[in-house]
Every structure is written in structure tokens, then in C-alpha cells.
């Protein structure tokens, strides 16, 4: 006989297979279309059932713990190292503005008063910068016009030398060659006619002489008026041009030299001035950030919330540096206070990746906690993650996902503290009125899942069509009838009925044979009765179900998926 196994279940778990079967039996043994009418207390255990109809929740269980929906870090913004002086008692509910934690500032204190006098030497550095730079800015101010003056009277004594003196030097020099050429005419005329009455005897000869000796003065005047001219055409004039030029072209360069001077200098002051005040500038912008230091040494609360501990959310990390507690050192950054918001909580759970698929924002849940006195909550899905987290080196296999689930506001929501642990159950459908047995009854044999049923004292195998499921019940679609008997438990080999598969149950439960005659799935699906219309949030879940349904045999692997939903998850059952 082929090997059979359970597909759902921890089947290994004795006890859980006697508690799941007292369930099972006590929903199905013995009831017709109204499943409510019996008490389960006096139902009696069993490894066997009924087939009947049933209505179940698809609901597991997932663990984890109690956070705040929104939470404000509080860290130390203090760059240095400190101690702590004075911090809250933690659980203590604050509002904003109160005193979490006081760190030590003497270090800040001292060195604020240490800056307060550099700031006094730095002013007056800069008012002794600005002085100079407004000197500088005077003193050019002098120099420049000094040197614009050299150059207006430089300008001005060329322009009197040429407009006066050079043309009165040529006017007197033209006006002595002309007037000693007259003269010296004049004189020839006079000459002439002394020798003419000197040969006549009208004239003496010393009289003659006197006119010949006052011709050759004359004569000689002329010639050095001539060369006056000459001289002072050829010589003077070009050195007397070129110095008054130069004298203009040195005021100039004087001019330009004292600009150049200035902008120099002035540049200097302005340099020192800058300097100094960016000293200043530096200095205050120290004083104002170790004023800021000096208030982050008073650690206030921003808002209204509960005080927590950083280093109690992470006892279990290899740096914990200790409770949080006076004379304890704080590093820059570090992480001190945490204040949750306990007026909106969340559960975050892990829920394992084989059915992490099924649970959806806006799904019911209840939360149980332990901490609160047992107390249950109601909840919804909030999100579920993007990523499956590992089980560590535990259960590095182990993949399962966070899924956050919101509190509702309830009376009692203020006994509710981050990281308490919880319980939550989901909610993910339900199954109505449905020919339903317990999973303990469904095995499978290859591609084939079966049930054993009674016949003549013995146990036959039926093939099924299998859809939804919980951890504790299976919904049957094809193949079983109500009323039936089955086991819940592998026969022992005297007590199963002989005989290969029936081709009409096959065929029922949407197999076929192939041509060597094993037991196939069908490449369509057989018709079935038109399903009840499902309710917001059970689609996803019963179509998926669905796919389950129409899987090939399950393989070794599927009997791990199974035994992880049955540890991760117990399945809460409300029939009808």
C-alpha cells in the first residue's frame, strides 16, 4: 500500500492531535444542518467523525509584542561625552516641556565663559581694524589729492612756459636781432656818411673812428642776438620742454604710484578689518553653539507620552551600556528616552510566510495580553511587511513576516505598554454552510487526497476535492457525503478495505487515470455547485484555498509548511 500522510497539522504533537480531534469531533460527530445544537463539553474524544456541514473561521494566531503607533527618540545632542545628572523614572507619563534628563555642563560652562573673553579681545580687535581702515581710507584720500595737485601744477607750469615764457624768451630774442640790425644799418648809413665828410674835411677823424667802433659794437650785437636766438632755439628751448614734460610725466607717475599705493593699503585695513571680524564672527558662532550645547545638556520632553528607556528596548544587544541611571556616561547621539504615544498602540506579530499570503489590511483580529490582566482587544491590520524576516540561527529555515496590527481605542487601552507581549488571533474568513471534517481526516496518496470511510466495519479510501481550510477543519467540495464516518488517524493495514481507486469517485473528485492507470489531476475543472458569494476579505482566501485545492500530491516539503502553520498558528473554530 502506498505511503499516506496528513497534509495540515502538527500530527507528531500527541496531545495537540487529541485536543484538535476532541474539537473536531465535538463540531461534526453526530450533528445534521444545525451544528450549535450540542454542547461541546459533553462530546466524547474519538479518532473518528462525522461528515456534516459546518460553518468555521479561518483565524490563526501570531505572537509578538506591543509598540506605539508613533514614538518620538530622544537622543543626546551634546557632542562630547557627559554624565548623567538627574533622569526621570521610567513609565513616568510626561507633557511637553518637562525634564527628562539632565546631563553635566561644567566642561560647556567653562568653556563659555573662556569664550566670552576672546569675544571681548575680538571686538576690540575690530574696532582697532575698523579705526585703521577708516586712517587708511583718509590717509589715500590726503595722498591722492597731493598727487593730483603735482600734476595740475606740473600741467600748468608747461602750459605757462609754453604760452608765456617761451614766447616772450622768442619775442625778446626776435625783437633784439631785429633791432640790432636796424641799429647796425643805421649805423653802416651813418658810418658812410662820416667817411664821406671826413674825406670832405667836414668830419675829424676821431669822430670818423667813433662811428666805426660804435658800427662794430653794433655789428657784434647783432651777430649776438643771432646767436641768443639761435642758442635758445636749438638748446634751451628742447631742455627746457623736456623738463617741464618730465616734471608732468614724474607728477603722473606720482599719481598712479599713490593709487596703486592706496589700493594696496586699503586693501591691507581691509583684509585686517575682515579678519577680525570673522574672528569675531567665528568666536560668536562658538559661543552660540556651546550656548546650544548648554541647553541640550537639559534633555526636555518635545511632547506628551510615556518615558522609556533606550537602553530597556535593548537589553539583549552586546554594547548595552547599562541602565540608564545617574553618573552613567552618554555618548554623542546616543539614543536615550524613547516616548511612545500609548494613546494609539499597535501589535507587531509574526506570522509565517505559508500564510503571511492570506492576511490583508483592514482584516479583524483581537489581541490578548497577558501584562493587562488577560485583557482582549480588538484590532485591524495595519500592514504587513515587504520582506520575510529570518528565524535566526535558531531556525535559519524559519521565514516569516511582521504584521502590524492597530488597537482599537478602548477604555482599558492605558494599560497598554510598549514591548508587552501579546497574542493575536486573525481573523482571515470564514467558511459557511459547507460539508466540512476535520484536517486530521484528510490524507493524500500521490497526486490524491483522500478520506478513509466506514464501510461494512471496515475503511475505504475516497478520493475528495479539498477547499478552504483552517488549521482545525477542511471544507470538502467533491467526493464526500454527509453522514459518512471517517478516521482521523493512519488504519491499521487489517482495518482498510483491499482494492484500487474507484474511477468514478476519481472522476467525482476531478482526477483521471493516465494511460498506465495512476491517479492524475485533470487539465480542467469538473463543474461544481455554485458557491455562496463571499464576504469583503473572504475572496482572496477562498481563491487561494481554491489553488491549494487543485495542487498536485503534496511533497515532503508541503508536510514542513504544514507542521510550521500548525506551531505558528491555532485556528480558532465558531460553527454554526
Same mark, same amino acid.
Given at each position: ?123 576690540s ?53 631785429s ?28 669822430e ?41 610725466e ?35 558662532n ?11 545638556s ?49 501589535a ?59 488597537v ?9 505598554k ?25 490524507f493524500?496518496d500521490?497526486?490524491?487526497?483522500f ?32 453522514g ?37 489531476? =485533470?487539465?480542467?475543472?469538473? +463543474?461544481? #455547485? &455554485? *458557491? ?6 473572504? %475572496? $482572496?482566501? /477562498?481563491? =487561494?484555498?481554491?489553488a491549494? +485545492?487543485? #495542487? &498536485? *500530491? ?6 514542513? %509548511? $504544514?507542521? /510550521?502553520?500548525a ?7 465558531n460553527?454554526?
Amino acid at each position: 500500500m502506498k505511503r499516506s500522510s496528513r497534509i495540515i497539522g502538527a500530527a507528531g504533537v500527541a496531545a495537540s492531535l487529541a485536543l484538535v480531534t476532541w474539537v473536531g469531533y465535538g463540531l461534526l460527530a453526530g450533528r445534521s444542518q444545525s451544528p450549535a445544537s450540542s454542547d461541546p463539553d459533553s462530546l466524547p474524544t474519538s479518532d473518528t467523525a462525522e461528515i456534516t456541514k459546518a460553518s468555521f473561521d479561518i483565524t490563526t494566531v501570531a505572537t509578538g509584542e506591543l509598540e506605539a503607533k508613533k514614538q518620538i527618540e530622544i537622543r543626546s545632542r551634546v557632542e562630547q561625552q557627559a554624565v548623567i545628572q538627574e533622569v526621570i523614572a521610567e513609565g513616568t507619563k510626561v507633557k511637553e516641556g518637562d525634564v527628562l534628563v539632565r546631563l553635566n555642563a561644567d566642561r560647556i560652562q567653562t568653556a563659555i565663559d573662556e569664550q566670552l573673553l576672546q569675544i571681548e579681545t575680538a571686538k576690540s580687535e575690530l574696532v582697532a581694524a575698523e579705526n585703521g581702515y577708516n586712517i587708511q581710507v583718509n590717509e589715500n584720500a590726503n595722498n591722492l589729492r597731493n598727487a593730483e595737485l603735482k600734476v595740475t601744477l606740473a600741467k600748468l607750469s608747461l602750459e605757462q612756459w609754453l604760452e608765456g615764457e617761451v614766447k616772450t624768451k622768442r619775442e625778446a630774442n626776435r625783437l633784439a636781432v631785429s633791432q640790432s640790425k636796424l641799429e647796425l644799418d643805421r649805423l653802416a648809413e651813418k658810418l658812410i656818411r662820416s667817411q664821406k665828410l671826413h674825406e670832405q674835411g667836414f668830419l675829424s677823424k676821431d669822430e670818423l673812428e667813433k662811428d666805426e667802433l660804435e658800427y662794430i659794437r653794433n655789428q657784434s650785437a647783432w651777430i649776438k642776438a643771432q646767436l641768443d636766438d639761435k642758442v635758445y632755439e636749438s638748446y634751451q628751448f628742447p631742455k627746457d620742454q623736456k623738463q617741464k614734460q618730465g616734471d608732468l610725466e614724474q607728477a603722473n607717475s606720482e599719481l598712479i604710484k599713490v593709487k596703486m599705493n592706496a589700493e594696496i593699503d586699503l586693501a591691507s585695513k581691509a583684509a585686517q578689518r575682515n579678519n577680525k571680524r570673522t574672528q569675531l564672527t567665528i568666536r560668536e558662532n562658538s559661543l552660540a553653539k556651546l550656548r546650544q550645547q548648554l541647553d541640550a545638556s537639559t534633555i526636555k520632553a518635545p511632547s506628551a507620552g510615556m518615558v522609556v528607556y533606550a537602553t530597556s528596548m535593548r537589553r539583549n544587544s552586546w554594547n548595552n551600556e547599562g541602565p540608564l541611571q545617574i553618573g552613567r556616561q552618554v555618548y554623542p547621539n546616543e539614543l536615550l528616552v524613547v516616548l511612545p504615544d500609548t494613546s494609539e498602540m499597535v501589535a507587531s506579530v509574526q506570522v509565517h510566510e505559508s500564510l503571511a499570503g492570506d492576511v490583508k489590511p483592514g482584516m479583524t483580529a483581537s489581541i490578548k495580553v497577558d501584562a493587562a490582566n488577560g485583557r482582549v482587544f480588538s484590532g485591524v491590520v495595519d500592514s504587513i511587511g515587504v520582506l520575510a524576516e529570518s528565524g535566526g540561527w535558531r531556525d535559519p529555515d524559519r521565514r516569516e513576516y511582521t504584521v502590524k496590527i492597530r488597537v482599537e481605542a478602548d477604555a482599558d487601552v492605558a494599560l497598554l505598554k510598549p514591548s508587552m507581549r501579546c497574542e493575536a488571533r486573525l481573523t482571515m474568513g470564514r467558511v459557511e454552510d459547507a460539508i466540512a471534517i476535520p484536517v486530521q481526516g484528510v490524507f493524500t496518496d500521490g497526486p490524491v487526497r483522500f478520506i478513509y470511510a466506514r464501510k461494512t466495519g471496515r475503511y475505504e479510501r475516497i478520493p475528495i476535492k479539498m477547499g478552504r481550510r483552517s488549521d482545525t477543519f477542511a471544507e470538502i467540495l467533491a467526493g464526500a457525503e454527509i453522514g459518512r464516518t471517517i478516521l482521523l488517524r493512519d488504519p491499521a493495514p487489517t482495518e482498510v478495505l483491499a482494492g484500487g481507486w474507484d474511477k468514478q469517485s476519481l472522476e467525482l473528485a476531478g482526477y483521471t487515470l493516465d494511460e498506465k492507470g495512476n491517479p492524475i489531476l =485533470k487539465q480542467t475543472r469538473v +463543474a461544481e #455547485k &455554485p *458557491a455562496e458569494p463571499a464576504k469583503p476579505g473572504e %475572496a $482572496a482566501v /477562498a481563491n =487561494k484555498a481554491d489553488a491549494k +485545492a487543485d #495542487k &498536485p *500530491a503534496d511533497k515532503p516539503a508541503d508536510k514542513t %509548511a $504544514a507542521k /510550521a502553520e500548525a506551531k505558528h498558528a491555532v485556528v480558532e473554530t465558531n460553527p454554526k
